[in-house]
Nanobody, 122 residues
Framework: VQLQAYGGGLVQAGGSLRLSCAAS????????MGWFRQTPGKEREFVAA????????LYADSVKGRFIISRNNARNTVSLQMNDLKPEDTAVYYC????????????????WGQGTQVTVSS
């Protein structure tokens, strides 16, 4: 499985960005897909995940109410709509996937995409 993320960039605080990730190599049925992020000197942290059916989503507390994760199973993609961005959201964002639930994916991703930089200026 290959995951290709895109959509990062520079935005002012309070603005919005949309990240997307396309999977190739297989259809990710029964796989949760989502996002992690990492800043220099810190561990990679979970951001959001959604299961294949769309019935279960999981968000980090720090992004609840501001970020929305969605999937398009026909296109094998997952997207992250990021609203009301804050400087502390600045990070490299990584797409990830794992068989099972969003909770499982948040603990042990199986596949990673390359990162995409998100920078929020104050």
């Amino acid at each position: 499985v290959q995951l290709q993320a895109y959509g990062g960039g520079l935005v002012q605080a309070g603005g919005s960005l949309r990240l997307s990730c396309a999977a190739s190599g297989r259809t990710l049925s029964y796989y949760a897909m989502g996002w992690f992020r990492q800043t220099p000197g810190k561990e990679r942290e979970f951001v959001a995940a959604r299961d294949y059916s769309g019935s279960s989503t999981l968000y980090a507390d720090s992004v609840k109410g501001r970020f929305i994760i969605s999937r398009n199973n026909a296109r094998n993609t997952v997207s992250l709509q990021m609203n009301d961005l804050k400087p502390e959201d600045t990070a490299v964002y990584y797409c990830a996937a794992a068989w099972g639930t969003p909770a499982l994916m948040s603990l042990k991703p199986e596949y990673w995409g390359q990162g995409t930089q998100v920078t929020v200026s104050s």
